[in-house]
């Protein structure tokens, strides 16, 4: 894992990096409106100092992994002015944005991951929800009609384009059509000083909408899958010597061969996340919600180069803490695996 | 693989499959219809039979004072004795030559008798006599007259504006559907892979004869013809207009946000006004009028599906846009599965470093949200160094080569071990070689799988990208980005039928992929993440 997460940082780092352009003409434009005395020869210079632009990019892949503070407000055993001490990704310390100077990055992250993560789990939960048992009805009912026609659901679920179902979401519940669910944002301003039953409602009225969205991406996917994993486990040996002692379908397919199909499902996980990570770049800008993604989004429209791998390495730190834990719930359940049996991710 | 010229038994097995058959269908009509874009929405006329006053007034315009040049100089030389002066005799020269080329477009004008006179006077002045100078601006007056009197008249020709609109990649695509079913109907004499080889070739070359040879055709801003003729400047006879008669880009921004004929408000009368509305949210620009060859302000067929927030028709855009985004779908697939196809082959095949290397580089882009790695990489692509369609192509592409690399590897590490690979190696062939004669096309089978999924994966990407705004920059629009331009839910006309396309070449390339994994393998392959 830990090899991994170096890849991942290096990656980042260097394809931000090979952008074309000058980043700190960026920052300059943002500056530019903002009366100073300092003129702008010497801002830029200061702007350059202070970001690193003109060191090696050793140092500054260096200073952006952290976590101490390479640039020239660093800690005087650095040889910076001791202004700051720790920087970097390792101590959770992006700066400033460079499009608003004075907004640090770090405190906008954990307030937007604060948003973004109980979403995404919530997502991710009612997938699983509904794909269980989904995909195992439809593998125990296979060649049927009826299996047939939540297949061909299934397969339309998959490819509606996320936007699109958001945005009919929101022609349909919203406002114009049955009224049933706020769609912007994820709390209304009437509520701000009720009680907090009542504002717990409204944030989960509002966030019904962008969940099923989110959901409905993976959720296909997923059913699919557990549907095939389900089925392998049907034409096993020991389910059909289970059904040969004499024990009945139902009691045979509920006590061993749907825990078994249920194993990989769990590893499903690593390819659900990542896609359920990405996916709220748009939910989150359709239903006006300030997440992770939103901001990533904000970031690269205004080309702020701190932003973007702030947001783009924790998206991918995130979704590879949630392959770690879907590995280790995969250990723990099955007792075939063990640690030091298998090849260290 | 060998392909078996008379029935390929994966192909019947493909075809017997009745979503592979929809499948199929659906692409081929989506491709179909947006190959045909130009021809079916297009604000020029197939065939236009009309009389070009624009030349002939601007050659008539420049006449008389090229002639009172003419004389100014000729009675200059004249004035300083030296009428023979080389000088003297180049800028003469140079003016008559400039008299000879208006002459050349007038003189297709019908009742040029006056011509006549004018060109004498020219010829005697090329002498450069002050007298014949004189006579010569008198009759070049003589013709201003005579077309101001209408007695010379443009002539009417017949010009086809739409065919000669087309450059060497409209022509390419107009010729695709025509050539798949060349190849089709050929698959059973040459094997399906022989015959669109020759049917696509057969088009490159003529799309490229017709590069080659293209003029570039006068009225070329969107409009600009209609325009012409609300003018005056093109006088028409008879028009024969596609049966959408709007560009993609041509606006009119008195019609903005009319809602689709469906619509009860979408039914306006003879003012532009629906009787029914309440007022649509478009700052009107004055009352809404149908150029030339367009249906009435209150027909129902004038925008069938409505138009968006500069008056453009939306059926029309809906068309132009399946190019982008079906073409960006099959390139980006075509890419990713032959970078994943080589990779995972040789990983396999190779095993040791190269394996290890591979598959940790799989490891690596597998965590990453791609999304997010595509949004990066397409926000900072210089639009100067890499065009934005490419630069979207080779993005998808290099995040989503890795299922089809996994599939593969798998396939071919089963493969490497079998014995004619072995035979091939023991033959002492170059590992290359064999890799990519042996090994390959053994293994190729799941990436063709991944290929289906990989299309309709790469045409979500790109019309989220372009919902987003960060679409393929060029002045046509793609599903998503007309999506994207819409979204809300007062004009949800706009954005219900692009975002429809979408979905359906989605779900037409994910059919495609399951018939095709069952017809060559029924566990040969899964699909890819959403």
């Given at each position: 894992?830990?090899?991994?997460?170096?890849?991942?940082?290096?990656?980042?780092?260097?394809?931000?990096?090979?952008?074309?352009?000058?980043?700190?003409?960026?920052?300059?434009?943002?500056?530019?409106?903002?009366?100073?005395?300092?003129?702008?020869?010497?801002?830029?210079?200061?702007?350059?100092?202070?970001?690193?632009?003109?060191?090696?990019?050793?140092?500054?892949?260096?200073?952006?992994?952290?976590?101490?503070?390479?640039?020239?407000?660093?800690?005087?055993?650095?040889?910076?002015?001791?202004?700051?001490?720790?920087?970097?990704?390792?101590?959770?310390?992006?700066?400033?944005?460079?499009?608003?100077?004075?907004?640090?990055?770090?405190?906008?992250?954990?307030?937007?991951?604060?948003?973004?993560?109980?979403?995404?789990?919530?997502?991710?939960?009612?997938?699983?929800?509904?794909?269980?048992?989904?995909?195992?009805?439809?593998?125990?009912?296979?060649?049927?009609?009826?299996?047939?026609?939540?297949?061909?659901?299934?397969?339309?679920?998959?490819?509606?384009?996320?936007?699109?179902?958001?945005?009919?979401?929101?022609?349909?519940?919203?406002?114009?059509?049955?009224?049933?669910?706020?769609?912007?944002?994820?709390?209304?301003?009437?509520?701000?000083?009720?009680?907090?039953?009542?504002?717990?409602?409204?944030?989960?009225?509002?966030?019904?909408?962008?969940?099923?969205?989110?959901?409905?991406?993976?959720?296909?996917?997923?059913?699919?899958?557990?549907?095939?994993?389900?089925?392998?486990?049907?034409?096993?040996?020991?389910?059909?010597?289970?059904?040969?002692?004499?024990?009945?379908?139902?009691?045979?397919?509920?006590?061993?061969?749907?825990?078994?199909?249920?194993?990989?499902?769990?590893?499903?996980?690593?390819?659900?996340?990542?896609?359920?990570?990405?996916?709220?770049?748009?939910?989150?800008?359709?239903?006006?919600?300030?997440?992770?993604?939103?901001?990533?989004?904000?970031?690269?429209?205004?080309?702020?180069?701190?932003?973007?791998?702030?947001?783009?390495?924790?998206?991918?730190?995130?979704?590879?803490?949630?392959?770690?834990?879907?590995?280790?719930?995969?250990?723990?359940?099955?007792?075939?695996?063990?640690?030091?049996?298998?090849?260290?991710? | 693989?060998?392909?078996?010229?008379?029935?390929?038994?994966?192909?019947?097995?493909?075809?017997?499959?009745?979503?592979?058959?929809?499948?199929?269908?659906?692409?081929?009509?989506?491709?179909?219809?947006?190959?045909?874009?130009?021809?079916?929405?297009?604000?020029?006329?197939?065939?236009?039979?009309?009389?070009?006053?624009?030349?002939?007034?601007?050659?008539?315009?420049?006449?008389?004072?090229?002639?009172?040049?003419?004389?100014?100089?000729?009675?200059?030389?004249?004035?300083?004795?030296?009428?023979?002066?080389?000088?003297?005799?180049?800028?003469?020269?140079?003016?008559?030559?400039?008299?000879?080329?208006?002459?050349?477009?007038?003189?297709?004008?019908?009742?040029?008798?006056?011509?006549?006179?004018?060109?004498?006077?020219?010829?005697?002045?090329?002498?450069?006599?002050?007298?014949?100078?004189?006579?010569?601006?008198?009759?070049?007056?003589?013709?201003?007259?005579?077309?101001?009197?209408?007695?010379?008249?443009?002539?009417?020709?017949?010009?086809?504006?739409?065919?000669?609109?087309?450059?060497?990649?409209?022509?390419?695509?107009?010729?695709?559907?025509?050539?798949?079913l060349a190849a089709w109907s050929l698959r059973r004499r040459l094997g399906l892979g022989r015959a669109l080889l020759v049917a696509c070739g057969s088009a490159v070359a003529l799309a490229a004869i017709v590069g080659i040879f293209a003029e570039k055709a006068p009225f070329a801003a969107p409009g600009a013809l209609k325009a012409a003729v609300a003018r005056g400047v093109l006088q028409v006879d008879q028009a024969w207009f596609p049966p959408i008669p709007f560009g993609y880009a041509e606006t009119n921004l008195a019609e903005a946000w009319r809602p689709p004929t469906w619509l009860p408000a979408g039914r306006l009368d003879a003012e532009g006004r629906s009787p029914s509305t309440r007022d649509v949210s478009a700052p009107s620009a004055g009352r809404p009028a149908a150029r030339y060859g367009e249906p009435a302000i209150e027909s129902s067929w004038r925008h069938v599906l409505g138009t968006d927030a500069l008056?453009?028709?939306?059926?029309?855009?809906?068309?132009?846009?399946?190019?982008?985004?079906?073409?960006?779908?099959?390139?980006?697939?075509?890419?990713?599965?032959?970078?994943?196809?080589?990779?995972?082959?040789?990983?396999?095949?190779?095993?040791?470093?190269?394996?290890?290397?591979?598959?940790?580089?799989?490891?690596?882009?597998?965590?990453?949200?791609?999304?997010?790695?595509?949004?990066?990489?397409?926000?900072?692509?210089?639009?100067?160094?890499?065009?934005?369609?490419?630069?979207?192509?080779?993005?998808?592409?290099?995040?989503?080569?890795?299922?089809?690399?996994?599939?593969?590897?798998?396939?071919?590490?089963?493969?490497?071990?079998?014995?004619?690979?072995?035979?091939?190696?023991?033959?002492?062939?170059?590992?290359?070689?064999?890799?990519?004669?042996?090994?390959?096309?053994?293994?190729?089978?799941?990436?063709?799988?991944?290929?289906?999924?990989?299309?309709?994966?790469?045409?979500?990407?790109?019309?989220?990208?372009?919902?987003?705004?960060?679409?393929?920059?060029?002045?046509?629009?793609?599903?998503?980005?007309?999506?994207?331009?819409?979204?809300?839910?007062?004009?949800?006309?706009?954005?219900?039928?692009?975002?429809?396309?979408?979905?359906?070449?989605?779900?037409?390339?994910?059919?495609?992929?399951?018939?095709?994994?069952?017809a060559l393998d029924p566990r040969a392959a899964v699909e890819p993440s959403p």
């Amino acid at each position: 894992m830990v090899p991994t997460l170096l890849w991942i940082t290096l990656v980042v780092f260097l394809a931000v990096h090979a952008a074309p352009g000058d980043p700190a003409s960026v920052a300059e434009d943002a500056l530019a409106g903002v009366p100073s005395d300092v003129d702008v020869e010497a801002r830029s210079a200061r702007f350059r100092a202070e970001h690193l632009l003109d060191a090696p990019l050793w140092r500054q892949y260096l200073h952006f992994v952290g976590p101490f503070d390479l640039s020239p407000d660093g800690p005087t055993w650095l040889g910076g002015s001791g202004a700051r001490r720790w920087h970097g990704l390792l101590a959770f310390e992006f700066g400033d944005e460079w499009g608003r100077p004075g907004v640090a990055i770090a405190p906008e992250i954990a307030r937007r991951l604060r948003v973004t993560v109980p979403l995404s789990a919530a997502a991710l939960f009612l997938a699983y929800l509904v794909a269980i048992p989904l995909g195992a009805w439809s593998a125990l009912r296979d060649g049927r009609k009826r299996a047939g026609v939540v297949a061909g659901a299934l397969l339309f679920v998959h490819a509606l384009p996320s936007f699109w179902l958001a945005l009919l979401a929101i022609l349909v519940f919203g406002p114009t059509g049955l009224d049933l669910f706020p769609v912007f944002g994820l709390a209304s301003s009437a509520t701000e000083g009720a009680g907090a039953w009542t504002r717990a409602l409204d944030v989960l009225s509002h966030a019904v909408l962008p969940v099923v969205v989110l959901a409905a991406g993976s959720l296909a996917w997923l059913a699919r899958h557990v549907r095939g994993s389900v089925l392998q486990e049907l034409r096993s040996d020991y389910v059909r010597t289970a059904l040969s002692t004499g024990a009945s379908e139902l009691e045979v397919v509920r006590r061993h061969a749907l825990p078994n199909a249920l194993l990989p499902v769990i590893t499903f996980l690593g390819t659900v996340l990542p896609a359920l990570v990405g996916g709220s770049v748009v939910v989150e800008s359709v239903f006006g919600i300030e997440g992770i993604g939103k901001y990533a989004y904000e970031g690269l429209l205004r080309r702020d180069l701190n932003v973007i791998l702030a947001t783009t390495t924790l998206s991918a730190v995130l979704t590879l803490v949630g392959l770690f834990a879907s590995d280790l719930a995969y250990a723990l359940l099955d007792p075939r695996i063990r640690w030091g049996s298998r090849r260290d991710r | 693989m060998t392909v078996d010229a008379r029935r390929n038994p994966r192909v019947e097995r493909f075809l017997a499959r009745r979503g592979g058959r929809i499948g199929i269908w659906t692409l081929a009509i989506l491709g179909t219809l947006a190959a045909w874009a130009p021809f079916l929405a297009n604000d020029r006329p197939y065939v236009l039979v009309a009389a070009d006053r624009g030349s002939l007034e601007r050659a008539r315009d420049e006449l008389a004072p090229l002639a009172e040049s003419l004389a100014r100089i000729a009675h200059a030389a004249e004035d300083a004795g030296n009428a023979a002066s080389p000088g003297a005799r180049e800028s003469i020269a140079d003016e008559a030559r400039g008299i000879e080329a208006r002459l050349g477009v007038l003189e297709t004008a019908t009742g040029a008798a006056a011509l006549a006179e004018l060109r004498r006077a020219l010829s005697a002045s090329r002498a450069g006599s002050a007298r014949s100078a004189d006579e010569l601006v008198t009759a070049a007056r003589t013709v201003r007259d005579a077309f101001a009197d209408g007695r010379l008249v443009p002539p009417t020709v017949r010009t086809f504006p739409l065919f000669a609109s087309l450059d060497a990649l409209d022509v390419f695509c107009a010729l695709l559907p025509l050539a798949g079913l060349a190849a089709w109907s050929l698959r059973r004499r040459l094997g399906l892979g022989r015959a669109l080889l020759v049917a696509c070739g057969s088009a490159v070359a003529l799309a490229a004869i017709v590069g080659i040879f293209a003029e570039k055709a006068p009225f070329a801003a969107p409009g600009a013809l209609k325009a012409a003729v609300a003018r005056g400047v093109l006088q028409v006879d008879q028009a024969w207009f596609p049966p959408i008669p709007f560009g993609y880009a041509e606006t009119n921004l008195a019609e903005a946000w009319r809602p689709p004929t469906w619509l009860p408000a979408g039914r306006l009368d003879a003012e532009g006004r629906s009787p029914s509305t309440r007022d649509v949210s478009a700052p009107s620009a004055g009352r809404p009028a149908a150029r030339y060859g367009e249906p009435a302000i209150e027909s129902s067929w004038r925008h069938v599906l409505g138009t968006d927030a500069l008056g453009r028709d939306v059926a029309a855009r809906t068309l132009w846009g399946g190019r982008i985004s079906l073409t960006i779908g099959v390139l980006a697939a075509l890419l990713l599965s032959a970078i994943g196809a080589l990779l995972g082959a040789a990983a396999g095949f190779l095993g040791g470093v190269a394996d290890t290397l591979v598959s940790r580089t799989i490891e690596v882009v597998l965590c990453f949200p791609a999304f997010f790695l595509v949004l990066c990489a397409i926000a900072w692509t210089d639009p100067d160094v890499v065009p934005v369609p490419f630069a979207i192509v080779l993005v998808i592409a290099a995040v989503g080569w890795t299922s089809t690399a996994r599939l593969v590897r798998a396939e071919s590490l089963r493969v490497a071990a079998s014995d004619h690979v072995l035979a091939a190696r023991a033959l002492g062939l170059h590992p290359a070689r064999v890799l990519v004669r042996h090994v390959l096309p053994n293994a190729i089978g799941p990436a063709l799988v991944a290929f289906g999924f990989a299309a309709g994966g790469a045409i979500g990407v790109e019309s989220s990208l372009a919902f987003l705004g960060l679409g393929a920059q060029v002045p046509l629009p793609s599903w998503g980005g007309l999506v994207g331009e819409a979204r809300g839910a007062d004009q949800a006309w706009a954005w219900i039928a692009p975002g429809m396309l979408v979905f359906l070449a989605v779900l037409a390339w994910v059919l495609v992929a399951e018939a095709a994994r069952e017809a060559l393998d029924p566990r040969a392959a899964v699909e890819p993440s959403p």
